[in-house]
């Protein structure tokens, strides 16, 4: 028993180091969302130039997402993380140099916003990729630390830093990008203190193109885990049409406030931090499988909810589902991914799984800015949820009963 107990408190120990780290991080981040865009437009008023910065953001997911899962599945996972922490901590030192100087340019910040996102594309293939190892691939633990560490992702990314963000912005534009730096000097440091045992072998006598095209490729020859990618791609495509458009349905068919507004995405935030929280419950009670199914049937009520209320309450609490699904759907998607995975190629099949996920945002957004520009603000919501409905059905179908299995590609 007490070896049993010291190999509990030091795993705890090991998961505490983590999940500090990634609540400083997400919370830097968060901070970051809010104060790029407000240097930038500090800085021009050209919303074309202001747009640059923000796609900035995006590109590094599907541009250095490949690469940066072929380096994962070759360096050792702690070396990549601490490397990305640092990188970012230098890169956001610059930039509040620059500001504080009067120096500050479009270019210099959108340099800064593709720099920054590069190292959470390590980062995280890095974090997602050393979990199993850290709890020995315990079907039970990965729900509940994915879980806990979406919640803490969220709760950062979303809840608490693009507040503190836009209030550090107003307090002195250098603030929230040296706090931003020190969030990352704080994970770091936690992230010295992980310790685990690899199970992986890593191949580096194949090149970083010939890596990345065999993790692309085991992907698509993966039955159940190629169909739950297109699952949670079809699903990044609807949220992206739904949102795409939403400050202004909340504008003017439920005639909030812009500060109201805010409060309805707080909303949203807490329901997915829920979802986090509830999900290892929700998997051990119905099954993977059928939590995926009720977590994007749980998005498509919250659709079509969106649209036909006027109330800002009940939008409130159809947003706070639709975020809630999105996080199970989340934790379904990591732990399969995890699980069915084999350790050597885990960085790449995250990192593949990322270009297909975050590639369907920006298509969302072009699709629910047409759609309503056509059809009016609460068609995107119809839109999304029409989106959803087929995939809902087919989900325990196409990726079966069960997303647990052997680390095997199943061919067709």
Known sequence: MPIMQERKAGLMGRLRALYVATAVSSFGDGVFAAAVPLAAAAVTRDPAAVAIVSAAEMIPWVLIGPFAGA???????????????????????????????????????ACAAFLVMAGTTFFDAASQSIIPELVDRNDELLNQVNGRQGSLSSAGRSLLGPPAGSAMFVAGPAIPFVVNAVTFLVSGLCVAFLKHKTARIPNRDVSIGRSIRDGMVWLARHSVLR?????????????????????????????????????????????????????????????????????????????????????????????????MGTSVATVVAVSARQRLTPPDMLGRVVTSFRVLGTGMLPAGGLLGGLVAANWGLRAPLWAAAALLIVPTILAPLVIGRSLAGPSEPVEE
Do not use: C
């Open 71 to 109: 380096m994962v599945d070759r360096l050792p996972y702690r070396a990549v993380m601490i490397g990305a922490d640092l990188a970012r901590l230098i890169v956001l030192a610059v930039v509040g140099l620059a500001i504080a100087t009067g120096h500050s340019s479009v270019l210099l910040l």
């Open 227 to 323: 169909a739950l990618a297109i699952l949670i791609a079809v699903s990044n495509l609807s949220y992206s049409a739904a949102t795409a458009t939403l400050v202004l349905y909340a504008q003017e068919s439920l005639r909030l406030a812009d500060a109201a507004y805010g409060i309805l995405l707080a909303v949203g935030a807490i329901g997915g931090i829920a979802g986090g929280l509830l999900a290892s419950r929700v998997i051990r009670k119905i099954g993977d499988a059928r939590a995926l199914q009720v977590a994007m049937a749980s998005q498509v009520v919250a659709w079509v909810g969106l649209a036909l209320t006027t109330s800002p309450y009940v939008a409130g609490a159809m947003l706070a589902l639709a975020f």
